[in-house]
């Protein structure tokens, strides 16, 4: 059984940072590009970032380029969010998802829509107070 365990949610006041990470356990699968996603109350789960297999593309919702950095770790079965420059309308749960490679529908196409990814974490709180 495959799982996605996210960390490093807390509250922090805006202009602050915080690091979220995104380990994956259970059995090996295919090789997969990955992402995270937030849902803030009363609104639909949007996409904040996305990383190919080999971590050489990387890609950001508008609303975050320039202040959250995507990263992972094939090794460790890894993936990072480093978030700066908080402000509360970054408050939401933060998910991350796996998207399997072995679809016929290109990442680097759709890496911004969460009903194409396979597996999910349980997500993790981040509060900006501001």
């Known amino acids: 059984q495959v799982q996605l365990v996210e960390s490093g949610g807390g509250v922090v006041q805006a202009g602050g940072s915080l690091g979220l990470s995104c380990v994956r356990s259970?059995?090996?699968?295919?090789?997969?590009?990955m992402g995270w996603f937030r849902q803030a109350p009363g609104k639909e789960r949007s996409f904040v970032a996305g990383?190919?297999?080999?971590?050489?593309?990387?890609y950001y919702a508008d609303s975050v380029k320039g202040r959250f950095t995507i990263s992972r770790d094939n090794a460790k079965n890894a993936m990072w969010l480093q978030m700066n420059s908080l402000n509360p309308e970054d408050t939401a749960v933060y998910y991350c998802?796996?998207?399997?490679?072995?679809?016929?529908?290109?990442?680097?196409?759709?890496?911004?829509?969460?009903?194409?990814?396979?597996?999910w974490g349980q997500g993790t709180q981040v509060t900006v107070s501001s």
């Open positions: 998802a796996a998207y399997l490679l072995t679809k016929r529908l290109a990442f680097s196409s759709n890496y911004d829509r969460p009903e194409e990814y396979d597996y």
């Open positions: 259970g059995l090996a699968f295919s090789p997969y590009a």
């Open positions: 990383i190919n297999w080999s971590g050489t593309s990387t």
